[in-house]
């Protein structure tokens, strides 16, 4: 019995010395403290442990009073360690946590990594994360190696492989990637068992945040540890690379499946097929098809839908429609997607006809359509002006409940606008201020055009500054509109204000735009202007065209009633730059002057 009892002694003395740090730490780090003396002839452990089981009956600030200035980090890992009343995980946990809250007492990471330890060792693994978490977030970035040395000093007897999964866990989460990468290694240095599930979520983050590349590198290595491979991952990083247009890339990784003794799945093929289709290689994207069906994994409505996608936006319609037809045939239900990605197409064509159609064949099968389809549908019609089929349609998204978005409002507006019906387009507009809808650049520039073309020119220069007001940058080609309307209105002068305020908001107004003003002067006579604006284009690096002198010649021999105006007009054409003009004008003005001396 006493050598018994010497040998626990001899235990304890050194499980409580005082222990070497792997690395200082500059937010917990304090001096080593004396060796304690063994648990059983230590008072403050033994009250301590007392007070704890006791705490239901007398609160621990009150019981541990005079205790606590005195109670050092140590002391916690040694009851840790040795919890000789057999304390409740929960209850150490609880003193653990209130000890925290303790003005007095400081934690070390040697008592955070012990409690870790014994908390994985009770299945309280929730716990163990959340200080775990603690840890570093406070160690932060490049702390790896000093907390990976912690755990390990702090170990005892037994090491729960889940210590590891959480470790890796926390610096994932924390979204430090380069240190949770790091202690992977530092596990397979030390020769520990792989920790399974921290490199998958480690994995997963790395794919999703990190170049696709580096997540492959990241795969293999825990590939060749042991991890086993999976088809989820292989998917996520070919879907990776073909979002970030690496098809090649893609395409080695997809072969990767087979040579590690997997399988490809359909999602597979339909991540690869499609990522061959968005970068325009269909005849790629078809092969793929072929070597599915021949792997006996047969394409599915997704497959159909892409390939079909990819037609389409190679003006294949014909070999859209073949390739929707065999889906068809083999038994497969085109959904909502499918369809909509064909009638997208055949309405991008101009096959309006086919487009609705489609559309009719659709509600046939009792598919629901829903905004986008209707969107699409509306316009393809406003564009080959069927507002008879538009307003049927209107009335069909009415009856279905379906609220129209901006997009609906927008294509509508833009569609009246410019088959002449300003009065729709106003009426569209008024529900959109009703219903609390934006206008955006297209519907504001539509309705400013509309203006224009029916002669309200005020009404369209008001539009213009609720677009301003609104945030948004009309265009040169909106100015313009405005400005020809003020100067087909005999209101030059407005129309150059307008030109001073593009070049203000930073506009740099074209060659159409000076034309523009520039018939308005000369319509008023007013030739001077029209010179000095052409001296300010060339001045600005604007380059006249043809047009430019056509509409200066013409004003200056209906201003000087020459009377050769038809034989300049048939000579206007030659004039090719700034130079010619001055000397067909000169010549033009001499010829003036000596028909009226004679």
Same mark, same amino acid.
């Given at each position: 019995m006493a ?5 626990l002694?001899k235990t304890?003395?050194?499980l409580?010395?005082s222990?070497k740090?792997f690395l200082?730490?500059?937010t917990?780090?304090s001096p080593?403290p ?7 002839e230590?008072p403050?452990l033994?009250?301590v442990?007392?007070?704890i089981?006791n705490?239901d009956t ?15 980090a140590h002391?916690?890992i040694c009851?840790?360690?040795?919890n000789?009343?057999?304390?409740s995980p929960?209850l ?6 209130f000890l ?6 400081r934690?070390?990471i040697?008592s ?6 014994f908390l994985?060792a ?7 994360q959340s200080l775990l978490?603690f840890?570093v977030?406070r160690?932060g970035k ?5 907390v990976?040395?912690?755990i390990l ?6 090491l729960s492989?889940s ?6 866990n926390?610096?994932t989460?924390?979204g430090?990637?380069?240190d949770a ?5 530092l596990?397979r240095k030390h ?5 399974f599930d921290?490199?998958k979520f480690?994995?997963?983050r790395v794919?999703?945040t990190s170049?696709?590349m580096?997540?492959?590198?990241f ?8 991890y086993?491979p999976?088809?989820?991952?292989f998917?996520?990083?070919i879907s990776r690379l073909c ?7 893609a395409?080695?990784?997809f072969d990767?499946i087979? !040579?590690?003794? =997997?399988? /490809?799945?359909? %999602?597979?093929?339909n *991540? +690869?097929?499609? #990522?061959y &289709? @968005?970068? $325009?290689?269909l005849e790629e994207?078809f ?13 599915d409505?997704?497959?159909?839908s892409?390939?079909i996608?990819?037609?389409?936006n190679?003006?294949r319609?014909d070999?859209?429609?073949?390739l929707f037809?065999?889906?068809c045939?083999r038994g ?7 369809f909509?990605t064909?009638i997208?197409?055949q309405c991008k064509?101009g ?8 559309y009719?064949q659709?509600l !046939?099968?009792g =598919?629901? /359509?829903d905004? %986008?389809l209707?969107n *699409? +549908?509306?316009? #393809?019609l &406003? @564009?080959? $002006?069927d507002f008879?089929?538009?307003k ?5 998204i009415?009856?279905r409940g379906i ?7 927008t294509?509508?507006?833009d569609g009246?606008?410019k088959?002449?019906?300003?009065e729709?387009?106003?009426?569209i507009?008024k529900?959109?201020?009703?219903e609390?809808i934006?206008l955006d650049?297209?519907a504001?520039?539509a309705?400013?055009?509309g203006?224009?073309?029916?002669g309200?020119v005020?009404?369209?220069?008001r539009?213009?500054r609720e677009?301003? !007001?609104?945030?948004l940058?009309p265009?040169?080609a909106?100015?313009t509109m405005?400005?020809? #309307?003020?100067c @087909?209105?005999g209101?030059?002068?407005?129309g ?7 070049q203000?908001d930073g506009?740099?107004?074209?060659v159409?735009?000076?034309n523009v003003l520039m018939?308005?002067?000369c319509?008023q006579g007013q030739?001077?202007?029209a010179?000095?604006l052409l ?7 604007v380059?006249p065209?043809?047009i430019?002198?056509?509409i200066?010649?013409e004003g200056?021999?209906?201003n ?16 090719a730059d700034?130079a ?5 004008l ?7 002057k ?5």
């Amino acid at each position: 019995m006493a050598v018994t009892a010497h040998k626990l002694h001899k235990t304890q003395s050194l499980l409580s010395c005082s222990y070497k740090t792997f690395l200082l730490f500059s937010t917990w780090y304090s001096p080593p403290p004396p060796p304690p003396a063994p648990f059983h002839e230590d008072p403050i452990l033994s009250s301590v442990s007392n007070a704890i089981k006791n705490c239901d009956t007398k609160p621990l600030h009150i019981s541990l009073k005079k205790f606590l200035p005195s109670f050092k980090a140590h002391h916690v890992i040694c009851l840790i360690k040795h919890n000789p009343h057999s304390l409740s995980p929960q209850l150490l946990f609880s003193f653990f946590n209130f000890l925290s809250s303790c003005p007095t007492f400081r934690h070390t990471i040697q008592s955070y990594c012990t409690m870790v330890h014994f908390l994985a060792a009770h299945q309280m693994h929730t716990q163990a994360q959340s200080l775990l978490h603690f840890i570093v977030s406070r160690k932060g970035k490049g702390s790896a190696p000093s907390v990976f040395g912690s755990i390990l000093e702090t170990k005892g007897a037994h090491l729960s492989n889940s210590v590891f999964d959480a470790l890796m866990n926390a610096y994932t989460d924390l979204g430090f990637i380069p240190d949770a990468i790091q202690c992977f290694r530092l596990v397979r240095k030390h020769n520990f068992q792989i920790p399974f599930d921290g490199c998958k979520f480690l994995l997963d983050r790395v794919i999703k945040t990190s170049l696709p590349m580096m997540a492959w590198g990241f795969y293999l290595e825990i590939l060749d540890s042991g991890y086993p491979p999976n088809v989820y991952s292989f998917n996520l990083l070919i879907s990776r690379l073909c979002k970030e247009d690496k098809i090649k890339d893609a395409s080695f990784i997809f072969d990767e499946i087979g !040579k590690r003794g =997997l399988r /490809p799945t359909v %999602v597979s093929f339909n *991540t +690869l097929i499609n #990522g061959y &289709c @968005k970068s $325009g290689n269909l005849e790629e994207g078809f092969r793929l098809k072929i070597v599915m069906e021949e792997s006996r994994i047969f394409p599915d409505v997704f497959t159909y839908s892409v390939l079909i996608n990819g037609l389409c936006n190679n003006q294949r319609l014909d070999d859209a429609n073949r390739l929707f037809d065999e889906m068809c045939e083999r038994g497969l239900v085109p959904n909502n997607v499918t369809f909509t990605t064909l009638i997208n197409g055949q309405c991008k064509s101009g096959r309006i006809d086919l487009a609705m159609e489609t559309y009719q064949q659709m509600l !046939k099968k009792g =598919l629901k /359509p829903d905004l %986008v389809l209707y969107n *699409t +549908l509306l316009n #393809g019609l &406003c @564009k080959i $002006g069927d507002f008879r089929e538009v307003k049927k349609l209107v009335d069909e998204i009415n009856k279905r409940g379906i609220t129209p978005d901006k997009v609906t409002y927008t294509t509508l507006i833009d569609g009246y606008c410019k088959e002449g019906d300003l009065e729709s387009a106003l009426e569209i507009r008024k529900k959109m201020f009703e219903e609390g809808i934006e206008l955006d650049n297209v519907a504001f520039t539509a309705l400013i055009s509309g203006l224009c073309k029916e002669g309200k020119v005020i009404d369209a220069e008001r539009t213009l500054r609720e677009m301003l !007001k609104s945030g948004l940058r009309p265009d040169d080609a909106t100015y313009t509109m405005i400005m020809d #309307g003020f100067c @087909k209105k005999g209101d030059v002068k407005t129309g150059f204000k307008l030109l001073k305020e593009m070049q203000s908001d930073g506009h740099v107004p074209g060659v159409i735009t000076y034309n523009v003003l520039m018939n308005g002067y000369c319509k008023q006579g007013q030739m001077k202007n029209a010179n000095m604006l052409l001296d300010a284009m060339l001045n600005l690096g604007v380059v006249p065209d043809h047009i430019t002198y056509d509409i200066l010649l013409e004003g200056h021999c209906k201003n000087r009633n020459l009377e050769d105006f038809h034989k300049i007009q048939s000579e206007k054409g030659l004039v090719a730059d700034y130079a010619s003009y001055k000397s067909l004008l000169n010549e033009l003005s001499r010829a003036s002057k000596e028909r009226q001396k004679r």
